[in-house]
């Protein structure tokens, strides 16, 4: 079962995920590593080529920088430990391919939650998912429900959607949707919460510590959003990329997104994900993220050898 609900995503809706790796935010004026390196980055960018950096140049150098990076979360083996991890938070389990067809209505104000990254028809991300996947494969038998999609697009609406639980789990069995799912995933937030980790210049689990958050709470820059988180956590220390120590770092960010799912405005209060996972592989030093890891999430025990 499904712990908690998706992200509530301020966007307006738009055609394909990859807004996501452009401008997750389109209210602000940039979010930062996204549309374009932080200013921390664009300084160091400028201050190391011994001129004016202009925006191509620091986004130019800041992606020369990330090239150098070793894989960290991306490299297959720590991408796998990720979604597994992501799972065991969301839906109890490891096994995280057995969720394609997963779709439930959570009466959380987000309309259904489906698939491998909890999608919500409130939150416009599984509107997204829908309309790419269906500019490819127009014949689905989830492009019926676009027009309703659209219309329950930003609130916790089901109507006109009757029969769309059937659907979405039949199309399941289709390997295409499947791949639309994982790309789905990783364009809104797997590929943008690891690449501003290293513009940040955090390790394997810091690299993870972001797309959980990223998954969680959305890419928006709201108080308990992901940028907004990072700011909140900016505030008590500096990333390991400004100079700053990347375990003190780290503590402040989960500090701060402890806080917002505490206060919960749009969460299940419950902080284990942070409390006796995340936490716990940072205090034993596990910054590469290694195996065997042991944590619980909702008092749940799960274990992965190494």
């Known amino acids: 079962m499904k712990r908690v609900g998706c992200v509530l995503l301020a966007l307006a809706p738009l055609a394909t995920a990859a807004v996501f790796l452009l401008g997750p935010d389109p209210e602000a004026d940039r979010v930062p590593g996204e549309s374009g390196p932080s200013s921390s980055a664009a300084a160091d960018g400028a201050a190391e080529s011994g001129r004016d950096g202009g925006p191509d140049d620091a986004d130019r150098e800041t992606e020369e920088r990330i090239a150098k990076m070793p894989a960290g979360l991306a490299a297959p083996g720590k991408k796998e430990l990720a979604l597994q991890l992501a799972a065991s938070a969301d839906n109890s389990t490891l096994e995280w391919r057995t969720l394609y067809g997963y779709i439930e209505d959570l009466q959380d104000g987000r309309g259904y939650t489906a698939g491998i990254a909890g999608f919500c028809t409130g939150t416009h991300d599984l509107l997204g998912l829908v309309e790419r996947y269906s500019e490819a494969h127009p014949d689905n038998g989830l492009a019926a429900y676009l027009p309703a999609l659209r219309e329950v697009d930003g609130s916790d609406s089901l109507e006109g959607l009757e029969g769309f639980p059937e659907a979405w789990e039949a199309e399941a069995e289709v390997p295409a949707f499947r791949k639309a ?33 990223m998954l969680l709470h959305g890419p928006g820059k709201g108080a ?19 100079g700053g120590d990347e375990r003190a770092y780290l503590e402040a960010f989960l500090d701060a997104r402890r806080a917002v799912i505490r206060e919960g405005k749009r969460f299940q209060r419950d902080t284990s994900r942070v409390d006796s996972a995340q936490r716990v592989f940072l205090r034993n030093g596990n910054l590469s993220l290694s195996t065997p890891l042991t944590w619980e999430i909702y008092g749940e025990r799960f274990h992965l050898p190494g």
Do not use: C, H
């Open 181 to 213: 799912q994982e790309r789905e995933r990783d364009e809104r937030y797997f590929d943008p919460a690891v690449r501003m980790a290293k513009i940040d210049g955090l390790g394997t689990l810091g690299q993870f510590v972001y797309y959980d958050a």
């Open 224 to 242: 308990d959003s992901f940028y907004g988180i990072r700011a909140a956590a900016l505030e008590k220390a500096e990333t390991k990329a400004a």
